[in-house]
């Protein structure tokens, strides 16, 4: 999301086998989905998942998986990520899909937080992803940027003096030519 609004969702119906699935199953394949889809994103970077079903926190460490269960848990190690309970009760941000007719099976929110490499990046703030699962077999995921680095950047060029300049320049009409200036490779 950005500026409170959603920039980008990815959805999909389950297959008819996936519907036998029990919920657990479920809430795994809808973070698996979420991190095919949104890879380039979240490789690299911490994910948390917050989820609503206390059984998905624990899928680290069960000890009997089918092998379904194994392949998707080899795809999810692959990534460096948190699974934490957080009560539907509890959970202020309600999902406007969980207030139809037809109930969530789930509610689960993944945050990532991008690991600090430099200045600059440390300045950027979080993504979020929402997943939700439905009863009717529908997989739906969301992330959501927030653009302050983008509005950092603007308010720094009002700033700096060089863009200033070709600020007024370029209000009166006199913008220097390409070829006044002086190109790196020159001085």
Request: aromatic share 8%; proline share 2%.
């Amino acid at each position: 999301m950005q500026d409170k609004n959603v920039i980008a969702y990815a959805s999909r119906q389950l297959k008819v086998h996936e519907r036998n699935y029990p919920t657990n199953a479920l809430e795994l394949a809808a973070v698996v989905f979420t991190l095919k889809i949104w890879r380039y994103y979240l490789y690299g970077v911490m994910c948390e998942v917050f989820t609503d079903h206390r059984i998905l926190q624990h899928v680290f460490t069960q000890k009997d998986l089918n092998l379904r269960q194994r392949r998707w848990m080899e795809l999810v190690k692959d990534y460096d990520m948190t699974i934490q309970y957080n009560s539907g009760k509890a959970n202020a941000v309600l999902d406007a899909l969980s207030r139809k007719a037809v109930s969530m099976d789930s509610l689960a929110r993944l945050s990532t937080t991008i690991r600090p490499l430099g200045k600059e990046i440390q300045t950027l703030e979080s993504k979020f992803m929402k997943l939700g699962i439905s009863e009717r077999g529908g997989v739906l995921a969301s992330i959501e940027a927030r653009d302050t680095f983008i509005k950092e950047i603007k308010a720094k060029q009002f700033e700096d003096e060089n863009s200033e300049e070709l600020r007024k320049k370029t209000v009166i009409g006199h913008f220097p030519a390409a070829i006044d200036r002086p190109h790196l490779g020159d001085q």
